[in-house]
């Protein structure tokens, strides 16, 4: 290895002779040298195991584990990738032989290929963003990292060296969109390039340490075709809210936290006509639009001294100036409510949203609720009315117990009756128990009462199975 990146033999207790080193202390547990619980241990050639052909998700984790004790992590972003593979080459060449890995030369390199990734990504966390199996990453301190995989929360053996470690890969995280995390601003909301959706809470908010969520997006997102062949909802609701949002019916996604509103409104978007001029607007951009003409705005925190913030209302009051043929809010939480009911209710039907409720009649009063948070002079009757008159379809998803996500429901607003919103249930989802794993037994059925939309659809020409709204079958 260069000899830069080594220390010089000094007498004891004397200083590095250089600070810009990659190696901080070279493998003096010689041959044989193991790792357990994160500690190298020295074994006689006798104890020496011979093991299985490594996994290389769960051997990168452990691998990056033995790295952090001997290497600088500070000068890691000045060095170039070439010169890091260079400097890694030998490390876990002697990490492999010591654990006796029978690895060829193809199988060594494309370790090291991996550590090296490794290092310029997002350190020990960087196999499990690999792993399409793995849903949400949660951080909860240097030294414990939970994922959640096919619904189910599990422990992992990947740690951070210290807290300073998981800061570096906190800020560089938070620096790629352009924010920043420290005392006095502790809580931000980011995103990785793939659109993964990042929340972070430092000291002194979260006492432990640093916390860190990270949900994870599909490098294939996920279709409406998807999610019916994995049981989230049934090829009939498929079909009737594609043909909505073809024809322009305004729709708001509800639904508790984790439970698949964001996934379902990108499946949903797809079947947006190209031609049609689309405007987001997040916290944290993460739609995965595949539409050409889509122009995408995010949200601004405030700077160091409290100013320049830029709010989701001003962006949505911004997009109205835009000529948007929709609009598209990832998640409405607060006085943007208001100005998402006017843009609805002035020539941009078949706009979406997605806002958290536990049922659809809990989401109009959510919304009624985030419309006076606008502080306008407005009546309750008033406000019922918007949201009567702009939202045409709530869709209800649920998280169930089992970790599976479903489409519990599917409701179109009528119209008023007084000072109450009319909604009636056209689709749903009918639990029928559980079976002996635990797993959640139900069908998707048809209420029998036909949306009002329907004739406005087939008048587009936008024709469904009369069969989807039969009660007595199963969809």
Not at 41 to 58: G, H, L, M, R
Not at 354 to 370: L, S, W
Request: overall charge negative.
């Amino acid at each position: 290895m260069a000899g830069r990146f080594f220390r010089k033999a000094k007498s004891k207790g004397a200083a590095l002779e250089k600070k810009d080193v990659l190696v901080l202390k070279a493998d003096g547990a010689g041959d044989g040298a193991a790792l357990v619980n994160g500690t190298a241990t020295v074994k006689t050639p006798a104890q020496v195991e011979t093991v299985a052909p490594p996994d290389f998700v769960n051997e990168r984790v452990l691998l990056h584990r033995f790295l952090l004790d001997k290497i600088n992590l500070s000068i890691l972003d000045t060095m170039e990738e070439v010169e890091i593979h260079d400097e890694l080459r030998p490390l876990v060449r002697d990490y492999a032989k010591s654990n006796n890995f029978p690895l060829n030369s193809s199988e060594l390199e494309t370790l090291i290929q991996d550590i090296g990734d490794e290092m310029l990504g997002l350190g020990p966390i960087e196999p499990l963003l690999m792993d399409d199996t793995i849903s949400d990453i949660l951080i909860v301190g240097a030294g414990t990292v939970f994922i959640e995989r096919f619904g189910i929360v599990e422990p992992t053996k990947v740690r951070f060296k210290d807290e300073e470690h998981l800061m570096r890969i906190i800020n560089k995280i938070v620096a790629s969109v352009g924010r920043r995390v420290d005392e006095s601003s502790p809580l931000v909301d980011a995103r990785l390039a793939d659109g993964s959706r990042v929340n972070v809470a430092v000291r002194p908010v979260a006492v432990d340490g640093p916390q860190v969520s990270i949900r994870k997006f599909s490098k294939k997102p996920y279709s409406l075709d998807r999610l019916v062949d994995n049981g989230a909802l049934a090829r009939g609701m498929a079909d009737l809210l594609a043909a909505a949002v073809e024809g322009k019916v305004s729709i708001v996604i509800s639904g508790g936290t984790g439970s698949g509103k964001t996934t379902m409104l990108n499946a949903l978007s797809a079947f947006i006509p190209n031609r049609e001029r689309l405007v987001t607007i997040e916290d944290a951009a993460e739609l995965q639009l595949q539409q050409s003409h889509v122009v995408r705005l995010e949200t601004r925190p405030p700077t160091v001294d409290g100013r320049n913030e830029i709010l989701q209302r001003d962006l949505v009051k911004n997009a109205l100036r835009m000529r948007p043929d929709r609009m598209i809010i990832g998640e409405v939480r607060g006085a943007e409510a208001f100005d998402m009911l006017q843009a609805m209710n002035t020539g941009h039907e078949g706009s979406m949203s997605t806002v958290h409720a536990n049922t659809p009649r809990d989401a109009i009063g959510r919304i009624e609720q985030m419309v006076g948070m606008a502080e306008m002079p407005m009546s309750q009757g008033a406000i019922r009315a918007q949201i009567s008159s702009a939202v045409n379809v709530f869709i209800q998803l649920s998280r169930l117990r089992d970790g599976t996500r479903r489409m519990t429901s599917i409701s179109e607003i009528t119209g008023m009756e007084g000072d109450t919103i009319q909604l009636q249930e056209i689709m749903n989802f009918r639990r029928r128990g559980v079976d002996d794993d635990g797993n959640i037994l139900g069908d998707f059925h048809a209420t029998g009462i036909r949306p009002r939309f329907l004739e406005d659809l087939e008048a587009m020409g936008l024709h469904l199975n009369p069969d989807y709204f039969d009660p007595s079958k199963v969809l």
